[in-house]
């Protein structure tokens, strides 16, 4: 009877994560292996760009005027979904985070980056009390969805490279900061001494002129304070021409961080394509044939030296009598031959939801110039042979050639 009772739960258990997986996968950008993936993409890019079409067009008193019920009810129907969404997020979060337990992998999702996009893309629109104009000012993240879904993971290298930027010159740009800030607190009480008896509703005290250094500082010049006194005008036109030198100032830090991050990489692609060279490493089991030999006797190509060898937690420089031992991590260099047709190397991690899921490798729709050369089952190396069917766990590796146009 226990025996079916834990039978029972664990087909339980692997049903749910299945469907967990699907979920994953129909929430996943860009993940089309089945119709309803593709699908769900595609609604999820309509009703977010029906929910800020509907935002815009009540903003006009024509389109409130004769449509308003209806874009209230697209706005809703929309935010609706997204909150459908950030819940199934949530129920597929352990999938998102498979090295985490569930509860784990929820908590890592809602307070990531993207989670919190997703609920404050729905939620002031439930709660306008803790969210006043919620409705209105959290459109913005909406719009963070949308270029999500539009897949410009390309573009977050070069985001990273802002960051880095901003990282390593944060001591110049603090530095310039405070000149700012001081500089801002001088001209404001500046200004209160020769405006205040000529305009003493505007320059109450000194820091009614913080509002007026920091437009004209920062070069904005909103007019709405502005000195009438003769001194006072002088003095402003002064700080008008500071003000352009200390803008100019984070903005040259920056550009020269740029152009340092610019050079840098250059650098190392540069030295990267002399050098030419590749580093794979290998873990080597009972079972090896080089387990046991010396480096002298592996007859490896010319090409082909090993570098070090990691040994629990020593690196070892090997020696020619060096010996191989069971465990061993040996890294190895290799020198990249132009002449051969490049490889693209590819690691693919089969979950419950994937299409190649329960396939044989032989049924599987790969493309001609693709080649499966190895599975890895729980921690194993299994040759793919054509009746091996891949399961839920699985890691395949393969390899894509590039065609080449021999005519050009």
Not at 137 to 145: K, Q, Y
Not at 259 to 284: A, S, W
Request: glycine fraction near 6%.
């Amino acid at each position: 009877m226990s025996k079916g009772m834990n039978a029972g739960n664990l087909e339980k258990r692997f049903n749910s994560r299945r469907i967990k997986a699907k979920i994953f996968n129909m929430v996943s950008v860009g993940v089309i292996d089945e119709p309803i993936n593709k699908f769900y993409d595609v609604i999820s890019i309509i009703a977010i760009i029906l929910n800020l079409a509907a935002a815009f067009a009540i903003t006009f008193d024509y389109m409130e005027e004769h449509y308003k019920g209806l874009l209230l009810a697209i706005e809703a129907v929309t935010t609706a979904f997204f909150a459908v969404d950030y819940v199934l997020r949530i129920v597929s979060a352990n999938e998102l985070y498979p090295k985490l337990s569930e509860g784990k992998s929820i908590i890592r999702y809602i307070f990531s980056f993207t989670g919190l996009i997703d609920l404050l893309s729905f939620l002031p629109y439930y709660l306008p009390v803790f969210f006043p104009a919620g409705s209105t000012v959290f459109r913005l993240f909406r719009v963070a969805r949308i270029l999500r879904l539009f897949r410009i993971n390309s573009y977050y290298d070069q985001l990273n490279v802002i960051t880095e930027i901003i990282v390593s010159k944060s001591q110049q740009l603090l530095a310039s900061v405070f000149i700012i800030f001081i500089l801002m607190l001088a001209s404001s009480l500046c200004m209160y001494s020769v405006e205040h008896q000529a305009q003493p509703t505007v320059f109450q005290n000194a820091f009614s002129g913080i509002w007026w250094s920091a437009s004209t500082l920062l070069t904005v010049g909103y007019g709405d304070i502005y000195p009438v006194t003769i001194t006072g005008k002088i003095l402003g036109i002064i700080i008008s021409f500071l003000g352009v030198g200390m803008v100019a100032i984070p903005t040259g830090i920056i550009s020269a961080g740029f152009v340092e991050q610019y050079q840098r990489l250059k650098t190392v692609g540069d030295y990267e394509e002399e050098e030419n060279l590749h580093f794979i490493r290998v873990k080597i089991l009972d079972s090896d044939v080089w387990n046991g030999k010396k480096i002298i006797d592996l007859a490896l190509p010319k090409d082909v030296i090993i570098v070090a060898i990691q040994r629990g937690k020593d690196t070892i420089i090997p020696r020619g009598d060096t010996v191989i031992e069971k465990g061993d991590v040996i890294v190895m260099c290799a020198e990249k031959v132009k002449d051969i047709q490049p490889i693209d190397l590819k690691e693919i991690v089969i979950n419950e939801g994937h299409s190649w899921n329960g396939v044989a490798i032989k049924n599987l729709d790969i493309s001609r110039q693709s080649f499966i050369f190895m599975v890895r089952r729980r921690g194993k190396a299994l040759l793919p042979k054509g009746s091996l069917v891949i399961k839920a766990g699985d890691v395949v590796l393969l390899y894509e050639k590039h065609v080449r146009n021999e005519n050009v």
